[in-house]
């Protein structure tokens, strides 16, 4: 039987169960075209405009394997330690859905090019947590069903449903991990940490943008309770389609809470899929789950076997990039940071544009602070990401060549930066449209300068009388005066000379 009940506390739960996780993430791959057919993978077409026979299953039509999609696999294999199958084959997995024209799906089922790998994620205090990875297969996607008529754009309470087949075909990597077991109350934070760290390999390897938002990749959360001291596992719920890595926590800690909740009251797990929901960081049930056997797999028999050479597998392990965490790790010595300002860094998906700005002539120290500051402001005000922002590493690069050479001080360049973002041109466009540069003319500062101790006697008396500190009032008077674009440094300088004071 099934007990509905509240859930308890994340410490309660923890302290009767340990959970063991499962994660299950789909990759969609950036092919130009589809897994087994040359239509076009482009997204914002019209739709069902982007289909053919092959892909749309028609009878007689026949596959053929996308040789970029299978280098893609093997890349991702490599990058995760994983040995590569010297053959293997696909399958057909049978299983009837409207957005799935054939009613099969081709997959792969017992044998998959990558398996038996891991990958080592760093948690935010530091600690690192390994992974193991059961297996990495290719796959191809199914087609978007479009629910009309209702007020959630669920099926429930839909008129109508609408199919677009564009998506239907588009090459996929299931990355599947072995039991994640240990992580006892970090197991939220180690599964976000793992998705996250998967996001950047991806991305690095160039064989997708992985951009959650846009469903390019999304991970199954596969969640299980055993009490302690237990070898057993317990029954595992699925929660499909997470879709962004705040969520990927969520879910396994709410699932982790219910499943708490259900064991204490006396009721059994139900295997099955669940919806996550933004709105509530809850899950709803969706439909119970099938095992392997339901599927009906059997070897596609319109495919050969796929049986990459020795030598080319060891050429793409040759030409792997370096891996994401070790490079930060590489780039927090050179940059003489700690790791909670790389984790920082991260979080914020800059180290591709500061590592840019850096090669574009900024040090360090400068780049890190634009991109982490007023771009990152900025990018989050619009609800853009970084590399979104209309403003390019060698610009930035630019203005900070100009702060240093003294023709901008640090508020003149964020309304430099400003313009650009703007797209009134390069930083120097906007400098000389907006009239921007530092007053540099020693006389027009010593005027100012001047005029605002005539201005401010009573302050000019206490500076002269010690109190030094007071000279804030009479930089920020002649800072006024010339709109900002004095050199804050050399006017305090030419105050204090002029009123005999030492610094």
């Given at each position: 039987m099934t007990v509905t009940t509240d859930l308890v506390s994340y410490e309660d739960a923890l302290a009767s169960y340990d959970p063991v996780m499962g994660l299950e993430v789909h990759v969609e791959l950036g092919t130009k075209t589809k897994m087994f057919c040359g239509c076009s993978t482009e997204l914002g077409a019209e739709p069902n405009?982007?289909?053919?026979?092959?892909?749309?299953?028609?009878?007689?039509?026949?596959?053929?394997?996308?040789?970029i999609g299978v280098e893609s696999a093997i890349k991702i294999?490599?990058?995760?330690?994983?040995?590569?199958?010297?053959?293997?084959?696909?399958?057909?997995?049978?299983?009837?859905?409207?957005?799935?024209?054939k009613n099969f799906q081709t997959s792969q089922y017992d044998e998959p090019i990558a398996f038996n790998g891991y990958l080592d994620v760093q948690l935010e205090d530091g600690e690192v947590f390994r992974v193991e990875i059961e297996r990495a297969h290719m796959e191809e996607d199914t087609g978007k069903s479009l629910h009309v008529?209702?007020?959630?754009?669920?099926?429930?309470?839909?008129?109508?449903?609408?199919?677009?087949?564009?998506?239907?075909?588009?090459?996929?990597?299931?990355?599947?991990?072995?039991?994640?077991?240990?992580?006892?109350e970090r197991a939220p934070e180690v599964a976000k940490a793992y998705v996250a760290e998967l996001r950047e390999l991806i991305k690095a390897l160039g064989v997708s943008e992985a951009r959650m938002e846009q469903g390019q990749m999304r991970c199954d959360v596969n969640l299980s309770l055993r009490p302690h001291g237990r070898e057993k596992f317990g029954t595992r719920s699925e929660t499909k389609n997470v879709n962004s890595l705040r969520s990927v926590e969520r879910a396994a800690r709410f699932e982790i809470q219910r499943h708490a909740a259900v064991l204490n009251s006396g009721g059994t797990i139900i295997q099955e899929t669940r919806h996550f929901h933004e709105d509530t960081g809850s899950t709803t049930s969706g439909r119970v789950k099938e095992e392997a056997e339901d599927y009906r797999y059997f070897p596609e028999p319109d495919l050969v076997p796929v049986a990459p050479s020795r030598e080319w597998v060891e050429e793409l392990r040759a030409g792997l990039p370096e891996q994401p965490?070790?490079?930060?790790?590489?780039?927090?010595?050179?940059?003489?940071?700690?790791?909670h300002d790389m984790q920082s860094i991260l979080n914020a998906g800059a180290i591709d544009s500061i590592v840019a700005t850096i090669a574009a002539g900024a040090d360090a120290a400068s780049a890190r602070k634009w991109w982490m500051g007023e771009l990152a402001r900025t990018a989050n005000e619009s609800g853009v990401s970084l590399d979104a922002l209309d403003i390019t590493p060698e610009q930035v690069a630019r203005v900070t060549a100009l702060v240093n050479e003294g023709s901008l001080n640090d508020k003149l360049a964020r309304q430099v930066i400003e313009g650009v973002l703007k797209g009134e041109g390069t930083p120097d466009e906007v400098v000389e449209k907006r009239g921007l540069k530092v007053v540099s003319d020693e006389g027009a500062l010593t005027t100012a300068v001047e005029e605002a101790i005539a201005g401010?006697?009573?302050?000019?008396?206490?500076?002269?009388?010690?109190?030094?500190?007071?000279?804030?009032?009479?930089?920020?008077?002649?800072?006024?005066?010339?709109?900002?674009?004095?050199?804050?440094?050399?006017?305090?300088?030419?105050?204090?000379e002029k009123l005999g004071v030492e610094g």
């Open positions: 405009s982007q289909t053919c026979p092959t892909c749309l299953g028609m009878p007689g039509a026949l596959p053929a394997v996308n040789a294999g490599l990058a995760l330690h994983c040995e590569i199958a010297e053959w293997c084959r696909f399958a057909r997995k049978n299983y009837f859905y409207p957005d799935m024209p008529g209702g007020a959630t754009g669920r099926i429930h309470g839909a008129s109508h449903s609408l199919l677009d087949y564009n998506r239907a075909g588009i090459p996929l990597i299931e990355i599947v991990t072995k039991p994640i077991e240990g992580a006892g965490l070790a490079r930060r790790n590489r780039l927090r010595e050179e940059w003489s940071i700690t790791a401010n006697a009573a302050i000019a008396d206490k500076i002269r009388g010690g109190k030094v500190a007071a000279v804030g009032a009479l930089v920020g008077a002649v800072m006024k005066a010339t709109r900002g674009q004095a050199d804050a440094a050399r006017v305090k300088e030419l105050i204090l």
